[in-house]
T-cell receptor
């Protein structure tokens, strides 16, 4: 399977704990995006990488959130001191450097903060 | 900033009936437009996209959409609904040099037997 993969698929944690999610994009895609989706809503943009450079961050991304893409391949999204409001589906997508913005999505990581 | 409006959070049709899911966007320049489908507990799958050229675009699973610039719309249709079409459908527009996607709130399609 050469699609976008995310790990873990599900994460349950207690409030105040740190969590880290991983995304492996399609190999030739240099653009990588993180979105957050809550029930009944469309995805909300969090951040965007082109290769290893983080080029844009949403105002939604508080200081507790950090994302990296150290070698321009896989990416990690870390949430520190989780809060119940962080419970959501975290989606990763990748796309080619040229073209029209068509993004390919992974299956998502569902986070539940107790 | 662009916005995307999907009319109807839920649409219910009978199996075999026409499916029409509405999407309007706000943009001062021709956008790139997308429809994605999401099945329960899964990621988003591209149904179809409009970039340039023909305004009627065909996608997977028998879906198609028409870009109407004058109406700033990109409605999704399928002539005959199938039970397997039950899912949530999202309209999105890309903006900016990073092609960030701006999403509608989604429409849940319910198919009645």
């Amino acid at each position: 399977d050469t699609g976008v993969s995310q790990d873990p698929r599900h994460k349950i944690t207690k409030r105040g704990q740190n969590v880290t999610f991983r995304c492996d994009p399609i190999s030739e895609h240099n653009r990588l995006y993180w979105y957050r989706q809550t029930l009944g809503q469309g995805p909300e943009f969090l951040t965007y990488f082109q290769n290893e450079a983080q080029l844009e961050k949403s105002r939604l991304l508080s200081d507790r959130f950090s994302a990296e893409r150290p070698k321009g391949s896989f990416s990690t999204l870390e949430i520190q001191r989780t809060e119940q409001g962080d419970s959501a589906m975290y989606l990763c997508a990748s796309s080619l450097p040229q073209g029209t913005g068509e993004q390919f999505f992974g299956p998502g990581t569902r986070l539940t903060v107790l | 900033a662009q916005s995307v409006t999907q009319l109807g959070s839920h649409v219910s049709v009978s199996e075999g009936a026409l499916v029409l899911l509405r999407c309007n966007y706000s943009s001062s320049v021709p956008p790139y437009l997308f429809w994605y489908v999401q099945y329960p507990n899964q990621g988003l799958q591209l149904l179809l996209k409009y970039t340039t050229g023909a305004t009627l675009v065909k996608g997977i699973n028998g879906f198609e959409a028409e870009f109407k610039k004058s109406e700033t719309s990109f409605h999704l249709t399928k002539p005959s609904a199938h039970m397997s079409d039950a899912a949530e459908y999202f309209c999105a527009v890309s903006e900016g040099s990073n092609y960030q996607l701006i999403w509608g709130a989604g429409t849940k399609l319910i198919i009645k037997p």
